[in-house]
């Protein structure tokens, strides 16, 4: 069964940087987009970042130049580096995996959409960040 895990969330002072980790199991890496959502309290879940299975990447507006999104397929783990965060950056950062058809088929990871589209996704790691 497919599955994913994200780790490497905690409280941090503005700009500093940390580093998620999103561990996959149960599927090929090369067979799905990726992607990285956030949730803030209060708010929507909103995309953050995504890389196709040929690297091709997308950044949300707020993150770019900030946040980094990279992926070791050989041992399928998705990460996103964050830099120089923001207290708006506090939220609940989530992975989550599309199959390589329905991503293609929508015109790439940045065509996806909601959140809702993807075939799964993990239980989340709280990032916090305070000024």
């Known amino acids: 069964q497919e599955q994913v895990v994200e780790s490497g969330g905690d409280s941090v002072q503005a700009g500093g940087s940390l580093r998620l980790s999103c561990v996959g199991s149960?599927?090929?890496?090369?067979?799905?987009?990726m992607s990285w959502f956030r949730q803030a309290p209060g708010k929507e879940r909103e995309g953050v970042a995504g890389?196709?299975?040929?690297?091709?990447?997308y950044y949300a507006d707020s993150v770019k130049g900030r946040f980094t999104i990279s992926q070791d397929s050989a041992k399928n783990i998705l990460y996103l580096q964050l830099n120089n965060l923001k207290p708006e950056d506090t939220a609940m950062y989530y992975c989550?995996?599309?199959?390589?058809?329905?991503?293609?088929?929508?015109?790439?990871?940045?065509?996806?959409?909601?959140?809702?589209?993807?075939?799964?996704r993990g239980p989340g790691t709280e990032v916090t960040v305070y000024s």
């Open positions: 890389i196709d299975t040929d690297a091709s990447t």
């Open positions: 989550a995996a599309v199959g390589l058809y329905d991503c293609w088929s929508a015109g790439g990871i940045q065509s996806m959409g909601t959140w809702r589209n993807f075939d799964f």
């Open positions: 149960g599927y090929t890496a090369s067979h799905y987009c």
